[in-house]
Every structure is written in structure tokens, then in C-alpha cells.
Nanobody, 130 residues
Framework: QVQLVESGGGSVQAGGSLRLSCVAS?????????MGWFRQAPGKEREGVAS????????YYADSVKGRFTISRHNGENSIYLHLNSLKLEDAATYYC??????????????????????WGQGTQVTVST
């Protein structure tokens, strides 16, 4: 059974930085899959933040975070990370790690339209203050 566990959330001042981690178990490193980060703020729809494909060959970002956030994978581990830089008040949300097995590197479309049947973590909360 695939499990995703996020960590690293917390309270940060606007303009600051934060690093989120997602540790995946039960995921084959050598299988084709997309992993990514999504977020949901109170009263708002879920938003795809960033996705990454096997071997980090394909990376996509939402326009709202492009140039500020960085998604990455470390060699030899089933983990992804999200570096949140230059944080804004509107970045405050619960951030979820997710994964979906894929046979092609179309993580961009998945990021825009994930499924509840995908693998999801429990989320980690990020708050931003002035």
C-alpha cells in the first residue's frame, strides 16, 4: 500500500522561506509516476502547485508560484521536496503531497486535474503572516 507523509509546515513571515518534505513508501522508484504538491486554502478550490516526473525529467509549476517555489527529488529515495521562497499571504494553505502512476510524462495535465483516487498524504499546514 502506497503511503505519503508530509512534513515541514509551519508559520512563516511574508517574504520568508519554508521547506516541505514528502516521504513515500510502497512506490517503485523505477516505475513511471508523477508526484507533486497541491494546496487548499479555506474557502478556495484545491490548486496544483508543482509536479515532478520520474528522474526529475519533467517539472511543472503553477503560474502563481513559478519563480518562487522549487520542487525536487533526491537520488536514491522515494521523497520529494518543495522549497517555498518569497512567501506571500496568499500562499497560506494546507499543502498535500500526491502521486499517480503514469505511463507517460504528462504530469502537467495531472497537476491541473488530479483525482481523489490518486495517492494522497494527510497534508501539512503553512501559515504566512505579515
Amino acid at each position: 500500500q502506497v503511503q505519503l507523509v508530509e512534513s515541514g509546515g509551519g508559520s512563516v513571515q511574508a517574504g520568508g522561506s519554508l521547506r516541505l518534505s514528502c516521504v513515500a513508501s510502497g512506490v517503485n522508484l523505477y516505475s513511471r509516476f508523477c508526484m507533486g504538491w497541491f494546496r487548499q486554502a479555506p474557502g478556495k478550490e484545491r490548486e496544483g502547485v508543482a509536479s515532478i516526473f520520474t528522474d526529475s525529467l519533467a517539472i511543472y509549476y503553477a503560474d502563481s508560484v513559478k519563480g518562487r517555489f522549487t520542487i525536487s527529488r533526491h537520488n536514491g529515495e522515494n521523497s520529494i521536496y518543495l522549497h517555498l521562497n518569497s512567501l506571500k499571504l496568499e500562499d497560506a494553505a494546507t499543502y498535500y503531497c500526491a502521486a499517480q502512476r503514469r505511463w507517460s510524462a504528462d504530469c502537467r495535465t495531472w497537476l491541473q486535474a488530479p483525482s481523489d483516487s490518486d495517492y494522497w498524504g494527510q497534508g501539512t499546514q503553512v501559515t504566512v503572516s505579515t
